[in-house]
């Protein structure tokens, strides 16, 4: 018994003194995530990442014996981009470097190398080179990889001239740190896929249109959840459709039978408002996770749902025919929870405005959930978020929404510091947010408009705007959507502009003269105007309260990860100081005999000898 015990203690004196850490792809190791990143599909690009190690892995592939490039820019310029190179030269040996562009198309190597080749190799039709490299390094000269919209560069060259050539330069906006992947789901066997679409729609000649009909769900005898969806467009007409949406209608709605202007003389056509699913320029298909998934064939559940979408024709081609929609899946293998969605945001018309000519503007709209319960009409448990869906049009540069809980900023749930109007995905959490009843829920939204020169007002076309947040959610209730707006007559006031009504307030913004003074004065005013807060049920009900605007404490960035490549130097050190850089790669997170240290090596060599004499003194 007592040489167990020993041994025991032994083994776990080993376990403590053999390092830690997280899983690291190798050489070999499956990659989840990839894509094109040319129209031609010469360039492609595998990666994945760890979140514990805050690593990511790139492999590149691409159709050429010459150099290839891979890294990430800025959203307004390719210069100061990081570019990650490599080659195999015709006597076969390798080059490799992290570099970055000086100008449009000259490269110099970093003085930090931040960038660990995994493999580099050269056949009869493609180069392709694998490499890891930090979320953050403190290389000035390298981009961080955040959650952001994150702008992929990749180049290659014909042969081994380091030199970009414009023809083969892409640069294609991706998630690089999505969370969940299909690949990764279960697809149940019975599925049935059920189209939501508008047939042979004759598009008119106009920038905007939002064309709306009313279809009938699946009908089924039990209860089956929707577990996925995904755009359903015709070829050519890509280009023209904007958004699709997918409205749930209250079961008591009396609804319109055709196709018409959503948002025209005929309101029945805007009735249900309550987002069931959706999809906007940039998205490709949505798969829930395995525990959640939209409820249909119970009493409860919506029958009706209101088809909506916006088209685009800025080129007001005639004689243009669609007949696209959503397409869903469901099952009858059912989910554990079911899901809802929840709009959040500034209530886009009449009173959001946006002056011209700014480098920066900050648009504020406010949920308050005090009357969540109330309005659901029956208790009403805690909302958990799962994911998230961004949107504002072409103004739009960065959205946040933040979380408050008794007065006190509780986390920012989601943001986009990089905001692309032609990437609108929805994407999950990295962990579930839980909002509680009275909790406040504030969206920011920051615009530029230094090529325009009038105002730019919340509306329904592309050239409007647009400042809206959509949570996916468990378990469902009844609140569609929890919207805000400034009070237009104080910034009216502030501005210097006789209102006595909202609507003079509205045009008094067409008197003011827009100046970089007058701009930040604005904006001020906005963020301390009372802020009335609509919300809204799935049975159309609608009632208002009031709030004000709460102070945004921006999340601090954690520390730069240290080179383990090249030496980091004095000027490329951050505020945030340093962290050490994880061990070498390995092909899984669990130690092995290989990956001890020196240390716990000769202390288990001396353990053993210890036991080894204690035992034999026990004989």
């Not at 080059?95 to 960038?115: K, N, P």
């Not at 069931?276 to 009706?304: C, E, H, K, N, R």
Request: aromatic share 10%.
């Amino acid at each position: 018994m007592a040489c167990s015990l020993l041994l025991f203690r032994l083994l776990l004196l080993m376990v403590l003194a053999a390092p830690t850490q997280g899983t690291r792809l190798g050489p070999t190791s499956h990659l989840r995530y990839s894509r094109f990143l040319d129209p031609s599909n010469v360039v492609f690009l595998r990666w994945d990442f760890d979140l514990e190690t805050e690593m990511i892995t790139f492999e590149l592939q691409v159709r050429t014996a010459g150099w290839v490039g891979l890294g990430v820019k800025n959203r307004y310029t390719i210069v100061g981009s990081d570019l990650v190179v490599g080659g195999v030269l015709p006597d076969g040996n390798v080059y490799f470097s992290d570099q970055h562009l000086v100008d449009e198309d000259t490269l110099e190597e970093d003085g930090s190398q931040d960038a660990e080749l995994l493999g580099l190799t050269e056949d009869d039709d493609y180069t392709t080179m694998r490499f890891s490299r930090p979320f953050r390094s403190c290389d000035p000269h390298d981009q961080d990889i955040t959650s952001d919209t994150m702008r992929v560069l990749a180049a290659y060259g014909l042969n081994d001239t380091l030199k970009l050539d414009q023809e083969r330069t892409f640069v294609k906006s991706t998630f690089l740190l999505q969370v969940v992947h299909p690949d990764d789901l279960d697809v149940p066997e019975d599925t049935i896929i059920h189209d939501l679409e508008i047939t042979d729609f004759l598009i008119p000649e106009e920038d905007t249109t939002y064309a709306c009909t009313f279809l009938p769900l699946p009908i089924v005898s039990k209860k089956h959840h929707i577990y996925k969806f995904e755009p359903k467009l015709e070829y050519h007409n890509e280009t023209m459709v904007h958004h699709i949406l997918v409205y749930a209608c209250g079961n008591a709605s009396a609804l319109p039978t055709g196709i018409s202007d959503c948002y025209g003389a005929d309101p029945a056509f805007h009735l249900c408002s309550q987002v069931l699913v959706g999809w906007a320029v940039g998205g490709t298909s949505y798969q829930f996770p395995d525990d959640v998934g939209i409820s249909i064939g119970t009493p409860l559940d919506p029958q009706w749902i209101r088809l909506e979408i916006h088209y685009s024709n800025f080129h007001n081609l005639p004689g243009v025919y669609d007949s696209s929609g959503i397409r869903v899946y469901y099952t009858a293998q059912l989910r554990t929870y079911d899901m809802g969605v929840l709009q959040l945001g500034f209530f886009t018309f009449p009173f959001h405005f946006i002056p011209p000519g700014a480098e920066s503007f900050l648009s504020y709209g406010l949920c308050k959930t005090e009357k969540f319960e109330e309005m659901n009409g029956a208790p009403m448990p805690d909302i958990q978020v799962y994911g998230y869906l961004l949107h504002t049009h072409l103004a739009g540069r960065a959205l946040q929404a933040v979380q408050y809980r008794n007065g006190k900023q509780l986390r920012t749930v989601c943001k986009d510091d990089s905001y692309d109007f032609n990437l609108q995905e929805t994407r999950d959490l990295p962990h579930r947010v839980e909002i509680k009843p009275g909790d406040e829920l504030l969206i920011e939204c920051q615009y530029q408009t230094l090529d325009r020169d009038t105002l730019t007002f919340g509306g329904p076309s592309t050239m409007n705007e647009m400042c809206l947040v959509f949570f996916f959610y468990y378990p469902r209730n009844n609140i569609s959507s929890c919207m805000g707006y400034s009070d237009i007559i104080y910034v009216a006031h502030a501005l210097g502009e006789e209102a006595s009504d909202a609507m003079e307030g509205v045009m008094a913004m067409n008197n003011v003269e827009w100046t970089p003074e007058s701009i930040q004065k604005a904006e001020k005013a906005c963020k301390e105007s009372q802020q009335t807060v609509l919300i809204k049920t799935i049975d159309e009900i609608v009632e208002n309260t009031t709030g004000w605007i709460p102070e945004i404490v921006p999340t601090p960035r954690g520390p730069c990860l240290e080179s383990s490549g090249g030496k980091v130097e004095p000027q490329d050190e951050t505020p945030a100081g340093f962290r050490a850089a994880p061990e070498g790669p390995s092909s899984s997170g669990t130690a092995t005999l290989g990956s001890l240290s020196l240390a716990a090596l000769l202390l288990g060599q001396r353990a053993f000898s210890w036991l080894l004499v204690t035992l034999q003194a026990g004989v």
